[in-house]
């Protein structure tokens, strides 16, 4: 079974600097997709970025970044200029073909003033 | 349009009760979702539906069942509620035929606690 991990529970950052969240997965698939959710204290779930396995070039939408390393199997989420509605828990998930979505644990992200 | 809707946002049960989980999507996505949540873990997938009259089991399905009573709606059944389905509930979808990455587009979660 495919598994995520998100190997830190609780990230901090200084507003305006920039953060770093981990993710690893275990796969022997090549196509797939990875994920980044944000859920704030609403509990929404807020799609962030994604990326697809087959594109070597990392995803980005504005201040959010991916780094994304498929033989390492390793995608980490680069949030520049942290803003304090940036606060929140982050998923790492993956998806390969029949609505497999596994979710890694989790990452609580504080955004310091 | 209001995406993807769940009702009721909270619910008490008392063990041994049933209740049904509603929701609703006006995006036209042919899949639909339900996961659980519970702390200190990521979503996990009970059931899903990939088109209207089709469901599947995802990766803890006992203690539910699931019908897709039309394109729009996915419904979660708890028949004999217990204490370990004290969760929050969420309800996604999405489309495979518009979007092969098939981002899932998330509910506002239901929370439910059994007593």
């Known amino acids: 079974a495919q598994t995520v991990t998100q190997s830190q529970p609780e990230m901090s950052v200084q507003e305006a600097e920039t953060v770093t969240l981990s993710c690893t997965y275990d796969?022997?698939?090549?196509?797939?997709?990875l994920f980044w959710y944000k859920q704030p204290p609403s509990r929404q779930m807020i799609l962030v970025i994604r990326?697809?396995?087959?594109?070597?070039q990392n995803a980005t939408e504005n201040r959010f970044s991916v780094n994304f390393q498929k033989a390492a199997k390793s995608f980490s989420l680069k949030i520049s200029d942290s803003q304090l509605g940036d606060a929140a828990m982050y998923f790492c998930?993956?998806?390969?073909?029949?609505?497999?979505?596994?979710f890694g644990a989790g990452t609580r992200l504080t955004v310091k003033p | 349009n209001a995406g993807v809707t769940q009702t009721p946002k909270f619910q008490v049960l008392k063990t041994g009760q049933s209740m049904t989980l509603q929701c609703a999507q006006d995006m036209n996505h042919n899949s639909m979702y339900w996961y659980r949540q519970d702390p200190g873990m990521g979503l996990r997938l009970i059931y899903y539906s990939a088109s209207e009259g089709t469901t599947d089991k995802g990766e803890v399905p006992n203690g539910y069942n699931v019908s897709r009573l039309n394109k729009r709606e996915f419904s979660l059944r708890l028949e004999s509620a217990a204490p370990s389905q004290t969760s929050v509930y969420f309800c996604?979808?999405?489309?495979?035929?518009?979007?092969?990455?098939?981002?899932?587009?998330f509910g506002p979660g239901t929370r439910l606690l059994v007593l």
């Open positions: 996604a979808s999405s489309d495979p035929y518009r979007d092969r990455g098939e981002t899932q587009y």
């Open positions: 796969t022997s698939e090549s196509d797939y997709y």
């Open positions: 998930a993956y998806r390969r073909g029949n609505n497999d979505m596994r």
């Open positions: 990326q697809e396995a087959y594109k070597q």
